[in-house]
């Protein structure tokens, strides 16, 4: 039909006459209440955004004279980061004449993996950059 008439239809019914394919040859038009349509579009896509999950990379910083009780403080928090789905990034920085000790650095990093073992892989092992030495830990995806 031609488009006024379509017009003239949509008018009587409190409707809007809506381009699906304006392209095409005759274009396709559609009648339907366009702001209901809008409406329930950004509900959906609302809560789509609700349903995703973003993933943080929270960071732990360790030092090189660690106690134990601190050790396992930081590595609950740690765990507590995996059962949310979030990376860790764990962190020594090395002050002072402590440079020249970096394999104690790579023991402490290395306890922290395996403690984390069964809930953690090791996405990047411990490499010392500069003044600090970095490790990044993400959650092993058994859900």
Known sequence: MSASQALDIATEKNLDLVKIAPQAT??????????????????????ARKNQHTVDVKEIKLSLNIDTHDFNTKL??????????????VSI???GREMGHAEYGYDIMQRFAE?????????????????QMLMFLAPKSGK
């Open 26 to 47: 005759p274009p396709v038009c559609k009648i339907m209440d366009y702001g209901k349509y809008r409406f329930e579009q950004a509900k959906r896509e609302k809560e």
């Open 76 to 89: 609950r928090n740690a765990q507590k980061f995996f059962a949310h789905g979030d990376k860790v990034k």
């Open 93 to 95: 920085r090395f002050r």
């Open 115 to 131: 403690a984390c073992g069964e809930v953690a892989n090791i996405e990047k092992p411990a490499k010392l950059d500069g003044r």
